[in-house]
Each structure stands twice: as C-alpha cells, then as structure tokens.
C-alpha cells in the first residue's frame, strides 16, 4: 500500500526545523556518493535514522537511489554474468522479509545503535581494501547474499559485502561492475515491493523522499564536477573519514545534538 502525499504534508514537513539538518545531511551523502562512487547510504542512513528515525531514513534512501541508479543499470544486464548474479540475489530476497522484519519490530534506539555498528564494522574491510580470497562455493555466495538481504531491509546497507565478495574474483572488470550495478538494481526491486506490502511508502516518507532526493541528486552532481581531478587516495580517505564521523555522531548518546 502507498500512501501519497499531499501539499499539507510537504508543508508539514517543511516546517519542522529538522528537515535543515536532514536536507544538509542529504547533501553530503549525495557529495560523497558522487566524488567517490560508494558510501551515500553509509552517511545518510546513521544520520537521518537520528534526525527522524530508521523508517524514514530507511524508506527515504531507497527511493532517492533506486530512481537514481536504475536507468543505469539496466543496459548492464546484458553484460553481467547472470549464472553468478541470480544465486546472490536469490538469497538476497530470501533474506530482505528478515531484514525489514526487524525494521519493524526493533525499537529504534536498538536499530540506530545496529545501523552506527554496522557502518562501522563494514568500514575497515572498505578502507583496507580486504577481499574474500578463498575460492568461492555456493554456500558462501549464498551466504553473502542472505546477509546483503537482511541488512539491506534493514538498514539499507546491502553493497559492502556484494562488493568485497565480487572484487575479490578474478574476472573482467567490466563483468563485474554489471554484476554488482545489477545485483542493486534487482534488490532496490525486491526492497520497493517488499516496502509497499508492508505499508512503509506512508505519506510522509514520501514526501521527504521528495524534498531529501532533491539535495542528494545536487549534491551527487556537485561531488561529481567538484571532484573529478582528486586522486583516487585523497577522496576515498575523505569518504571513510566523514563516514566514520556520520556513524559516530549518529549515536544515540548524542542525540541532543541531533534533535
């Protein structure tokens, strides 16, 4: 089910003085996600899930990201390895109910606390440049995308562990990057029918998917002019460093600073 929004309640969502801390926090994951290529959701999901709470945060970033990045996707199918991309998203699908289950039904301080553990505990294996180096079997892809699953309904943090476990296969670069691109594009799918069945397209997310995409897209073209001629080191640095901050600052001890 999916509940429109009308003008009284984009007007309501404007007038609360938190949407400048949310539309500012839009902003900077669309900049990150568009100088470095990853970690949109990293910062916004711990942030936004602290300005509002993780429905919102969860809801927002998944229809802003899905209308962004399906057009681009979709001519990767005819590139990626579908004998590799359909196992992984099995599990992943399997593993969404459980993630979203848990949206659901966790308190909220118990889910921000997840999501700030989780960006944090992904980030050194991002930062570090690990990769899953023993010879992959079906379990573990299988594995992979049931965690990728439950995490994404959760907390929409699917692509680190998409990513090590691809990155680490010897194989075209160019494969690969479809795999993953695709892999995002059918679990945004899974995600959006997912979310509709259980009721959380309210008119109030989406109003705010709205006005929060708006800042995100700007700032994910303005990261990607501003950016273009940083070296490849000094950009991923400045994203796992404002990613870790984003986690830190998200906690629920410092919630007077985000309210």
Do not use: H, K
Request: charged share 10%.
């Amino acid at each position: 089910m999916i509940d429109l929004p009308d003008s009284t309640t984009i007007a309501a969502a404007l007038s609360e003085r938190r949407i400048v801390l949310a539309m500012a926090v839009a902003g900077l994951a669309g900049l990150v996600r568009g100088f470095s290529g990853f970690g949109g959701a990293m910062i916004y999901m711990p942030l936004v899930a602290a300005v509002y709470d993780p429905r919102i945060a969860a809801v927002t970033i998944l229809l802003v990201d899905f209308v962004c990045s399906s057009p681009f996707a979709i001519p990767e199918t005819r590139r990626c390895n579908w004998r590799e991309v359909i196992p992984i998203s099995a599990a992943m699908a399997v593993g969404v109910p459980f993630g979203t289950w848990a949206l659901l039904a966790l308190d909220p301080i118990v889910l921000r606390w997840c999501i700030s553990i989780i960006v944090l505990g992904l980030l050194p294996p991002l930062a570090f440049g690990w990769r899953y180096r023993a010879q992959p079997s079906l379990p573990v892809t299988l594995g992979v995308g049931l965690f990728s699953g439950v995490s994404a309904g959760a907390v929409q943090i699917a692509g680190p562990p998409v990513i090590l476990y691809w990155l680490s296969r010897i194989g075209s670069a160019v494969t690969v990057r479809a795999n993953i691109m695709v892999f995002f594009m059918i679990c945004g799918v899974v995600l959006v029918a997912y979310y509709a069945f259980q009721g959380l397209f309210t008119a109030q997310a989406l109003a705010l998917s709205v006005l929060l995409g708006v800042f995100y897209l700007g700032g994910v073209g303005l990261g990607s002019l501003v950016f273009r001629g940083t070296s490849d080191r000094v950009y991923r640095r400045v994203a796992y460093a404002i990613i870790a901050l984003a986690a830190l600052l998200s906690l629920p001890v410092l919630d007077p600073l985000m309210r």
